[in-house]
């Protein structure tokens, strides 16, 4: 049984890293599949990881990144931008 503190904090950054260059999936998922590790372990490292200012979180912690290298802008590239409304739910502008 792994535990977090089996898992090497420079793995969970490389992790990030790939994730938010567009080279892999999310940490969790890709520490699984690559070194084994437990994906419920890899979020309590990545959780003690934002407490101590190592990475950084929006919403969501499988998306953080690493502390001062970038704002986190997620790009969807099937995303159509939503159309502004206006005070009237039936009319909507394009």
Known sequence: MIKRTDIPTKDVIEACRNFHAGKGK??????????????????????????????????????AWVAGEQSYEPTISNQKPQPKRTKKRKEVIY
């Open 26 to 63: 999310s940490p969790p998922v890709a520490l699984y599949f690559n070194k084994g590790y437990p994906e419920k372990a890899t979020l309590k490292k990545m959780k003690k990881l934002v407490d101590r200012g190592v990475l950084e979180m929006g919403l969501n912690i499988r998306t």
